[in-house]
């Protein structure tokens, strides 16, 4: 064995990365600055501090599509950021670019999710003006509720990671957590949608089928590969375009047979109830909500939302029945 230092690795980078990849050494910094760790990049210190939070911790019991799921194999928050992590460096690095940064910005993406899983923000967003993104919740969350000191391209690459979010990401390896989330998302919607009965395999597009093979790893991969071919084309990342077209076709038809199918729509009903009263309950008793969230100058009903929003989806449930169905109620 023999001693790497961070010099060395940062070295390393300059010489083998690709030119549009965004160097360690070179990154904006932190708000408050601190002195370089003797072994790891800036990176690669964002990604441990991600990993340690209690915020990442909490994401095993929050939902990604299937509400509080009693089967073991259903996928959570924190196994689709592990999948999102691990399809965000299978391409970072065939394209050269840095998968220290790349593995912080995906295992930090969804750290501000709501319980619930989207149905939360659709819960929470007649609370906020415009609409309450879990990706701005996220930075809120690493910056002011459990400040973790990230650098400024992991907070903007978790800012931008999802496509709604305007401006885009400013680096690559932000622009890859975009095509993992979504590549993981629909790959893994699908096994629980067919796993719950809510889906047949026949009732998959051909289209799909055809495209990207069978469900499961074949569709990662096929996914995968386009986004890295026509990123080597492009010199910028993005995917090919007729694999594209397909991939929102899918997305537009998983919306419509899942999502927003009549088994979630019963799930979110009950789900935006919850949640709601649970920010209402909190707005009218704002000594209960724990001082953590507390920590600034923020009104009432924000404290409630950091509050409600940090919540597994278990706990919430659990609060609710406690103030709203209390013992020996009927």
Partial sequence: MRLIKREEREARERELLSPEATLSSESKGRAVEEEPDEYRTAFERDRDRILHSKAFRRLKHKTQVFLNPEGDHFVTRLTHTLQVTQIGRAMAVPLGLNEALTEAICLGHDTGHSPFGHTGEDALSPYV????????????????????????????????????????????????????????????????????????????????????????????????????????????????????TVMGRFRDFMFERVYLGAHGERQKHAAIWVIRDLVDYFVEHPTEVPATYRIDDTDFTDRAIDYVSGMTDRFALRLHDSLFRPEGIA
């Avoid at 400013?170 to 009965?197: K, M, Q, S, W």
């Avoid at 799909?208 to 386009?226: C, K, L, Y």
Wanted: negative net charge; hydrophobic residues 40%; glycine residues 6%.
């Fill in 129 to 244: 003006d415009g609409e309450w993104l879990h990706s701005k919740q996220s930075v809120r969350l690493l910056t002011v509720l459990e400040p973790l000191n990230l650098t400024w391209e992991t907070l903007d690459g978790i800012r931008a990671h999802s496509w709604k979010v305007d401006p885009p990401p400013n680096t690559p390896e932000g622009y890859l957590c975009r095509f993992a989330d979504r590549i993981a998302y629909l790959t893994h919607d699908v096994d629980d949608a067919l796993r719950a009965g809510v889906l047949n395999q026949r009732d998959l597009p051909k289209e799909a089928m055809d495209t990207f093979g069978e469900p499961g790893s074949e569709w990662i991969d096929s996914m995968v590969r386009a986004v890295i071919d026509e990123s080597l084309e492009q010199g910028r990342v993005a995917m090919r375009p007729e694999v594209l």
